[in-house]
């Protein structure tokens, strides 16, 4: 048998369970088509924009069936039947960006890749490499050997 936990000094604030608007579940008694938010997320699902339908309960309160739990601990659940499948840049879309990235900031001429994109449509190369104006050390890495053979 559990114990009743004791009054605390502290007064909360109770709502009856009825009133809170919103279905709460306990643990142990949630319907398996309601998930938390990270549990979509396990599952490369989002919830789609759609609005949490119920609450997960705190064990606190699976002692007090009769109060809503309005604690932080509580979790929003979300609908799997109104989950969409979460967008996520495969690996290939992402070399691909980056790819793209990086023809914009790697100068031709000197290969240095800069953290910003370059003129290469005006100058076609950095401004070092331009009017010999010295670029800041921090605002460009210098390729590996082995890339320029590559390039
Ligand atoms: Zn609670
Ligand atoms: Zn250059």
Redesign the pocket.
């Known amino acids: 048998m559990p114990r009743q936990p004791r009054r605390k000094s502290r007064t909360e604030t109770r709502i009856p369970r009825e009133a809170s608007g919103i279905p709460e579940y306990d643990r142990d008694s949630c319907p398996a088509h309601l998930v938390t938010r990270r549990q979509m997320r396990d599952r490369n699902l989002s919830p789609g924009g759609h609005e949490p339908v119920a609450v997960l309960r705190c064990k606190h309160c699976s002692y007090r069936p009769q109060w809503s739990c309005n604690h932080p601990v509580r979790a929003w659940l979300y609908d799997l039947a109104l989950a969409r499948p979460k967008r996520v840049p495969t690996l290939a879309q992402e070399r691909a960006l980056d790819q793209a990235m990086a023809a914009r900031q790697t100068?031709p001429?000197?290969s240095?890749r800069y953290v910003f994109c370059l003129p290469l449509k005006s100058l076609g190369?950095?401004l070092?490499?331009h009017d010999g104006t010295p670029a800041d050390p921090s605002t460009y890495t210098t390729p590996p050997p082995t890339h320029r053979l590559a390039a």
Do not use: A, D, L, P
Request: glycine share 0%; charged share 25%; with cysteine.
């Open positions: 100068c001429n000197c240095r190369s950095c070092e490499c």
